[in-house]
């Protein structure tokens, strides 16, 4: 064999060698191995990584930016992290500066271990936003599930500082409390991904519903559950009247976990408030309908905010 048949023949066998890695890593660490993939993809999409210590800790809380202009935040979900984005964040990068933030606890940020309070998590967002925001600029903030939560936590407390809010499939009130974000085994989680996901939707491989098992055990939501009882005081049930945020809710109808009741007990109680939802769309519509959920979101974006009082009726959108 020729010295370029020899080095072609190498090169394939590497190239063989990386997919079985990969392919291995996927099977056995489904749920990080895709994680880091989004990461890799925000990465590619232009997003430069930031940085800052915490005040009083060890560690990096972690962001990631690109563009210019109005200020455009996104917060994840609970267990997730900034790449969940990934697939619709760098569709505003041309009209905004976009930043999307690992939560402390979450993906890059600062701590990795230990119990994980809300009261934390907020406290890091306050900081980032503190110091990476100029203090005369208005923010946007679009929070998924948990991060709509500390969005509204951030609004109530900075109002100055907040725009509007984007809410997707999450808020400030109680939601339901028969249900385990934390499956014991398979079977469990796989009922858990039934709550969560449009009917209509691919079925849950029984490897990454093992993985889920085990990264939700061992991973932010565990740690955000053993401090379950702190969580109380931060619910704002029946204290939203005086909320000064306008905020546009999104919402995907299939979520049986924080379903369409919970949003419109939210469009009640919101002095100014507008729900738009997303057919078979579930709880996590930045993974299981990203281009609709980016449709959505340009749409709301190029809208004035909702108003005060407001009563508009929910916007359907296919």
Known sequence: MSRVGKIALAVVALAVLFLLVVAFAFWRYPVETGMRAESRAIEKAGFAVFQSPPPNGSGEWVGYQVGNGPTLVFLHGAGDHAGAWSEVAPAFKDRYRVILLDLPGHGRSAPKEGPLPLGTILEGVTFLLDKHVARDSRIILVGHSLGAWVAMLYAREHPERVERIIAINGGALRGR???????????????????????????????????????????????????????????????????RTPVDLVWGESDQLLDLDYARRMEVQL????????????????????????????????????EMRATQPATKMP
């Open 177 to 243: 409390q028969d249900v385990s974000l934390l499956p014991r085994d398979r079977e469990e989680a796989r009922k858990l991904m039934a709550l969560l996901r449009d009917p209509g939707s691919p079925p849950v491989p029984g490897f990454v519903l093992d993985g889920v098992v085990r990264y939700s055990r061992n991973g932010p939501i565990g740690r955000l559950a053993a401090t379950a009882a702190d969580m109380e005081r931060y619910l704002l049930d029946g204290k939203l009247g005086d909320f």
């Open 271 to 306: 002095p100014a408030a507008r729900l738009t939802t997303l057919a078979r769309c579930g709880h996590v519509p930045v993974r299981e309908c990203p281009a609709g959920l980016t449709a959505a979101l340009s749409r709301v974006l190029g809208e004035p905010p909702p």
